[in-house]
């Protein structure tokens, strides 16, 4: 494919999977207006609303950026639900379960695939977070969706680019199915009593914030 290198891998310049980026963005921030206003007319209407304004504005990559821009002005914060709870198999034959770092340290989820341009343009970010926050004050969990991916090409792709934490293989996507990921790259951010606190399509610029909360 045009969109890969010859290892299957994203390349760097690939446009049309940056354009699917922006509408998967599109449509996780109309479901963030739609878990914020589960019930009752006024966040019915509200969605409504901008569902109507999405379709007055241009037909392009740039409308998911526009669209998010608008979801932030019209509502802010982020829901405090339960994470929901799993088990997934590391690429290294281990056995990973959310449960266990409950009541220990919060949780950052990374759903990501090895074809996925904008989730090799989060990596340095990512790596950073990693560097800077010791493994017992943040633990994060790079989870593949698996589709697309096979575990032995995940397995590859760690070898020649490398990250360093935990890689979890999704292997038959029910995770990924639980947190509804719509588009990647996705961060959840989980505290320690299990609850999501954030989450978004690139790392939150108040980290800090978060990882303090509730000491």
Sequence with gaps: ??????EGFCRDDDPGGRT??????????????????????????????????LGTMAADAHAGYDFEQLVRLVGSGQNVYQAPAFELPDIEGGLVKLAEFQGRRPVLLYFWATWCPACKAARPDLIKVRERVREEDLAILAINVGSGDSLEKVKRY????PLPMKVLYD??????ESY???GIPLFVLIDREGKVL???HQLPDNL?????AGK
């Design 1 to 6: 494919m045009d969109d890969q290198d010859s």
């Design 20 to 53: 699917l980026f922006h509408q998967s963005r599109r449509i996780m921030a109309m479901n963030r207006i739609a878990n914020r206003h589960p019930a009752g007319k006024a966040g019915a209407l509200m969605l409504l609303v901008l569902v109507l304004m």
């Design 158 to 161: 760690q070898q020649s680019h």
């Design 171 to 176: 292997n038959n996507g029910r995770v990924t």
């Design 180 to 182: 509804a990921v719509q």
């Design 198 to 200: 954030y989450r978004d």
């Design 208 to 212: 800090s914030k978060y990882l303090t």
